[in-house]
């Protein structure tokens, strides 16, 4: 998720080789899901990096905040999605 638009999601998408998972346009109104979420810094008018384990009830199973330059570890956010 960022505030960025639909049109710049896409972009990163394809930027990083294609992505397959959906991405979240937070852009109109800007930041209101991050807001929702609690990663919306009004200062700067950006989303936190941050991750969010989801389940298909829409329980939040994890939710980690992340410095600019350190990356979630994929496998274990998998680890944590699947149970495993």
Known sequence: ???DSFASQ??????NGGINFKLLADFH???AVAKAYGIY???RGIAGRSSFVIDSSGVILDARAYPP???PD???LLGIATGS
Do not use: H, R, Y
């Not at 896409?10 to 930027?15: L, P, R, V």
């Open 41 to 43: 810094n009004e200062e």
């Open 74 to 76: 994929p496998q274990e």
């Open 69 to 71: 330059g350190e990356l």
């Open 10 to 15: 896409k972009a990163f998408a394809e930027a």
């Open 29 to 31: 109104p800007k930041g």
């Open 1 to 3: 998720m960022s505030v």
